[in-house]
């Protein structure tokens, strides 16, 4: 009988690995260095090019909201001169630590994108393969991004909005719609919504206490939407961040008889550099609607209360803020043993953000519910990369592609049309 000990069985998987690499001719490979950093402002989107002394360049993208970053791209250059692209915790050991909360972990994110699609391409696989492999064949997507002028802010107007949304040639199953103070124009609507003044700032600046005829307006907002949606199509809400407890616990037991996918951030969250574990898990206890948060938070420490705490029902970290997709997966396993779902957030993300989702949502474990889909912006974003599926969705569903890498590359010429004077070198 053979004793198994854990040296041996390591020394086992080093000796398969190394068989492996004989036998594809890749063991005697010198390794690849990083030799260049590169960020562009594509449209609206900072997109970073790392390039290697092996021809192989791998690519990352930061939200659309955030051209600001390009800097703070560019500050990681001198961490990552010479390192070996493959060995990608390796590298995010030197600048993870640098990060944040959103928007200032968006940087280190892409960085991290763009070397798996560097390691994709010199081992020959998707990402997903070197992610643990995928478990599902195609990945299920929602609409938190498609959203057409409306009229108005009547619920009739919110009404007519999700009717177009359900016809949309994508064929979503689920959308999630702004209510609360995460709509200013829904809480301009009607005067005295809440007990305070409207004030102007950053993202979402506004919170408070809300006056029953404000409370009354958005939930009549949501019937109506949830009256067209029926049970054919999901409805999910982005609420805040700044309600009070009480008026949450309030729109959350007006929403249970509708059936609402979930509530998210309704608290703290889009652009709070902190998560409120104790108020969440307050109002996760007074309602069975499900209560979705995590959009902002960078890296898992800082999911760790609210995972351990259970204090919500579904967590929404965004691959281009967490840290990267290696950082979001490990997030969802450890969700995923405490009993909380996962949902992705990824409205600005991008055509490769669209790839990184999509490697990333084939290989979570089976806690996974849905990613929020990146439209690219402009639409001739479309025009300047290829290996997107075409249709992108069918059905709601994103297939999952096996080129190796992200498995999306850049049509230069097209794209070098949209680079701005100051970024003319970056595909050089």
């Avoid at 930061?62 to 493959?86: C, I, Q």
């Avoid at 280190?108 to 643990?132: H, M, R």
């Avoid at 409207?198 to 958005?218: C, D, F, I, Q």
Wanted: proline share 7%; charged share 25%; hydrophobic share 40%.
């Amino acid at each position: 009988m053979t004793t198994w000990t854990r040296r041996g069985f390591l020394g086992s998987l080093s000796a398969t690995a190394a068989l492996l690499a004989r036998q594809d001719g890749r063991a005697d490979k010198p390794k690849i260095k990083i030799t260049d950093l590169r960020c562009a402002i594509i449209g609206r989107n900072p997109v970073i090019r790392i390039v290697t002394d092996g021809g192989i360049s791998g690519y990352g993208e930061a939200e659309s909201s955030k051209p600001y970053l390009k800097p703070m791209v560019l500050f990681y250059k001198d961490y990552l001169l010479g390192e070996d692209p493959t060995d990608v915790e390796r590298v995010m050991l030197k600048i993870r630590r640098l990060g944040a909360f959103k928007p200032w972990g968006s940087a280190v994110s892409a960085i991290e994108i763009a070397l798996w699609d560097i390691a994709g391409q010199v081992a020959g696989v998707p990402v997903y393969k070197l992610l643990g492999g995928k478990i599902r064949d195609r990945v299920r997507i929602y609409n938190g991004g498609f959203r057409p002028p409306m009229p108005g802010q009547t619920p009739q107007d919110y009404a007519e909005n999700v009717q177009k949304m359900k016809e949309a040639k994508e064929g979503f199953t689920l959308i999630k719609m702004a209510v609360g103070f995460h709509n200013p124009a829904m809480m301009g609507a009607i005067p005295d919504m809440w007990y305070d003044e409207p004030r102007k700032g950053a993202s979402h600046p506004n919170r408070g206490l809300m006056t029953e005829r404000g409370l009354k307006y958005v939930i009549s907002c949501v019937e109506a939407m949830k009256k067209v949606l029926g049970d054919e199509i999901g409805l999910a809400l982005d609420c805040g961040p700044g309600w009070a407890l009480k008026d949450a616990v309030t729109f959350a037991r007006a929403c249970e008889p509708m059936h609402i996918t979930w509530i998210e951030d309704i608290l703290t969250g889009d652009y709070t550099p902190y998560p409120n574990a104790q108020l969440f898990r307050d109002l996760k206890q007074a309602t069975s609607v499900p209560i979705h948060t995590g959009e902002e938070i960078y890296l898992r420490e800082n999911f760790k209360e609210l995972i351990e705490a259970q204090a919500v029902d579904v967590i929404g970290p965004d691959p281009e803020d967490v840290g990267g997709i290696a950082e979001l997966k490990w997030i969802a396993e450890y969700a995923d043993v405490h009993g909380i779902l996962v949902a992705p957030h990824g409205i600005f993300d991008g055509v490769i953000g669209v790839a990184a989702h999509v490697h990333m949502a084939a290989t979570l474990p089976q806690n996974y519910i849905v990613f929020e889909y990146p439209f690219g912006q402009p639409d001739w974003w479309y025009d300047i990369v290829e290996g997107l599926p075409n249709p992108i969705v069918k059905k709601g569903f994103i297939d999952v592609w096996d080129r190796p890498g992200l498995g999306v590359t850049f049509k230069v010429a097209a794209a070098k049309k949209h680079l701005s004077e100051d970024d003319r070198g970056f595909f050089d």
